[in-house]
């Protein structure tokens, strides 16, 4: 039998790691060779489509001044992926806010830097109040046409991938390994598991709490989605001294304060994961219940309380430390 493989590397500013059990068929790579060919096309998603390399893909579209754009599969999908978020979250999940993110002071990539205090700044912050959605909507006038392999936008209005670009990429690596018997591609904390092994031998998966990073629960996960956000790891202090961080209200263009500072979802698949922690984290507690009522999932409050959601109360205990036997 193969030895599976369990594979740690840096892509999309965050750690990814990748475990691929033994192959169903014969015919399929090894699980370290499988594994190989998911990270490079890992590393090769993520510079096509950064934000912060003036090569890619994404930045080509965002500065061409023309209303219609040629774009590659890979752009189109993740362009459609970005407006399926904001369609799905009623406009809280913009991939239009490019111009704001900046203002806010996240214009470069954050590797490498040392979060600012997440304690600190929710000493420092203004009165919670949940996200609304931007009254311009420049997301609604975003369309990918998939006949003409082009993206439509009115010159000007730059698109970010990256707010559910991680999901994505998971979601695709879970389809290319769907000959595997376990498998798990964790994306910075978007993650997709699956095959027929975890029917029989369910994953464990540990979520951490934002503030202590101590383990708050642990989710045995038979496939689909989970995905992990928090206030935690992209926080930084502005040149006047304020707090920001990388989840805007898409209303004032500035960052949230909802009262909460860490979500947890299970769904699907780990895009749809994705979108809901973001939900959740946008819209406080009461439109966070609502959010996660149908997969389950958790929420860290301002005060550091951990409440279970939808179909996880009741249940034993969380945390994001993947075992089993690959693990």
């Known amino acids: 039998m193969s030895a599976p493989c369990d594979m740690v590397f840096r892509s999309m500013g965050s750690d990814i790691r990748l475990i691929v059990e033994a192959p169903l068929l014969g015919r399929l790579p090894v699980p370290h060779e499988a594994a190989e060919a998911q990270r490079r096309y890992i590393e090769d998603f993520a ?85 609304q959605p931007s009254p311009r909507a420049r997301w609604r006038r975003v369309e990918v046409d998939d006949e003409r392999g082009t993206v439509r936008r009115p010159p000007g209005v730059r698109i970010d991938t990256g707010g559910t670009g991680k999901g994505l990429a998971a979601d695709a690596v879970a389809h290319r390994l769907r000959g595997y018997t376990r498998f798990v591609v964790d994306c910075g904390g978007d993650i997709a598991i699956g095959g027929v092994g975890c029917q029989t031998q369910p994953l464990e998966i540990e979520v951490e709490h934002p503030l202590t990073c101590e383990c708050i629960h642990t989710l045995r996960v038979e496939g689909g989605g989970v ?78 309380e951990v409440e279970l959601l939808g179909p996880l109360v009741g249940r034993s205990k969380i945390s994001l430390h993947l075992s089993g036997s690959a693990a």
């Open 47 to 131: 510079m096509r489509l950064s934000r912060f390399r003036q090569d890619s893909e994404l930045c080509a579209l965002n500065r061409d001044p023309r209303e219609e754009v040629p774009a590659s599969i890979l752009l189109r999908t993740a362009v459609s992926a970005g407006l399926w978020a904001a369609r799905r979250s009623g406009g809280l999940v913009d991939p239009t806010l490019v111009e704001e993110i900046e203002s806010v002071g996240y214009e470069d990539s954050q590797e490498g830097r040392s979060p600012a205090s997440l304690a600190q700044a929710l000493d420092a912050a203004p009165v919670l109040r949940p996200a």
């Open 227 to 304: 995905a992990t956000s928090g206030l935690n790891v992209r926080i930084w202090r502005r040149p006047d001294g304020s707090f920001a961080h990388h989840l805007l209200d898409p209303a004032s263009g500035q960052p949230v304060w909802s009262g909460l500072i860490g979500a947890t979802a299970m769904a699907p698949s780990a895009l749809e994961a994705e979108t809901l922690t973001k939900i959740a984290l946008l819209t406080g507690p009461m439109g966070a219940r609502r959010a996660l009522a149908e997969h389950g999932g958790l929420i860290v409050h301002n005060d550091g």
